[in-house]
């Protein structure tokens, strides 16, 4: 069945410092993926999508590359803020289901 | 902004009580989800509807129930709340049947506490 796996936190950086969380997945069909982000007592907030191979999705700096080859979608910025501290989940969609991550916590230090 | 919403936000009950999560959406989504999230922060899907009189069980094992009489209210309903319920609750809805980009969206959660 479809699945997704992400790095395991926590993770821990600098402010400034580059941000990679790797993101990889498992579909039958041709899903469109997502990063999610929630802060402390929130809901998700959709951070950035791809809905086809090659596609770049981009949203307040972070960045993902949908890589069929590779069937991945890291997420990428380049200098985090002490404000990116959330936690973040990578997702898919595929004939109408999700499937989540289980969710990475960024934490940034000044 | 997402226009979907749950109410309460917090909600302290003692065990054998009887509660309903609330959760609305002004965007006409056919889809909409219940997913509890544990400590840990994984999220378990434990009901879905694709519309109106529609209303599957998920992923999780659950000892909720679900009503979906209106597209736009997706209501979670425990009989008997115990302390193994406490968790935080989060109701989604998305687009049904569109291929392609569509992303669920979000409540805020309701934080249920058992006591």
């Known amino acids: 069945g479809d699945s997704v796996t992400q790095m395991e936190g926590p993770v821990t950086l600098s402010e400034e410092a580059f941000l990679t969380i790797n993101c990889t997945y498992t579909?039958?069909?041709?899903?469109?993926l997502f990063w999610y982000v929630q802060y402390p007592g929130e809901g998700l907030q959709l951070l950035l999508k791809?809905?086809?191979?090659?596609d770049k999705g981009s949203n307040k700096g972070f960045e993902a590359t949908y890589r069929k080859e590779t069937t991945s979608f890291h997420l990428e910025k380049g200098s985090v803020q002490v404000s990116d501290s959330a936690v973040y989940f990578c997702?898919?969609?595929?004939?109408?289901?999700?499937?989540f991550g289980t969710g990475t916590s960024l934490t940034v230090i000044p | 902004e997402a226009d979907i919403y749950q109410t309460p936000r917090y909600l302290v009950i003692g065990t054998g009580k009887k509660i309903t999560l609330e959760c609305s959406q002004t965007?006409?989504?056919?889809?909409m989800y219940w997913y509890q999230q544990d400590p840990g922060m994984e999220l378990h899907l434990i009901h879905y509807s694709y519309g109106v009189n529609s209303t599957e069980k998920g992923d999780l094992s659950s000892e909720s129930t679900v009503s979906r009489i209106r597209t736009e209210h997706f209501p979670l309903t425990l009989e008997s709340a115990r302390p193994s319920h406490t968790s935080q609750y989060l109701c989604a809805s998305s687009e049904y049947g569109k291929t392609g980009g569509t992303e669920a969206f979000f409540g805020q959660g309701t934080r249920l506490t058992v006591v």
């Open positions: 579909a039958t069909g041709y899903p469109s």
């Open positions: 997702a898919l969609s595929d004939r109408n289901q999700f499937y």
């Open positions: 791809a809905t086809k191979a090659d």
């Open positions: 965007m006409g989504h056919d889809k």
